[in-house]
């Protein structure tokens, strides 16, 4: 059982930043592919980008490619995505992700992932 709780989240003008946090219980932390997905109102979750295990491999959506940054610390068992230039859009629940391994399916998928965070709230004002 893995345990995910966020952090970071909050209210930023457009054009600023935000690093949220993702930090999970469990000794097998690092096998873990971490996703982050976010849920505006009225919308369904969407995934926003993902950090294999090997630490090697990121994804990220196009909405965000070259603005979010995913990386993690396996030492301190965090995921953290930093988000740059933010834009009014990208206002939304963030949730952090962790999908066991050897589990089949796409990262871009919501139903690769076995684990979810309560998640936290961003808010980008215009």
């Known amino acids: 059982q893995v345990q995910l709780v966020e952090s970071g989240g909050g209210l930023v003008q457009a054009g600023g930043s935000l690093r949220l946090s993702c930090a999970a219980s469990?000794?097998?932390?690092?096998?873990?592919?971490m996703g982050w997905f976010r849920q505006a109102p009225g919308k369904e979750r969407e995934f926003v980008g993902v950090i294999v295990w090997n630490l090697l491999t990121t994804y990220y959506a196009d909405s965000v490619k070259g603005r979010f940054t995913i990386s993690r610390d396996n030492a301190k068992n965090t995921v953290y995505l930093q988000m740059n230039s933010l834009k009014p859009e990208d206002t939304a629940v963030y949730y952090c992700?962790?999908?066991?391994?050897?589990?089949?399916?796409?990262?871009?998928?919501?139903?690769?992932?076995?684990?979810w965070g309560q998640g936290t709230q961003v808010t980008v004002s215009s």
């Open positions: 469990g000794r097998t932390f690092s096998s873990y592919d």
């Open positions: 992700a962790a999908s066991r391994p050897g589990s089949s399916g796409s990262y871009y998928s919501s139903r690769r992932y076995d684990y």
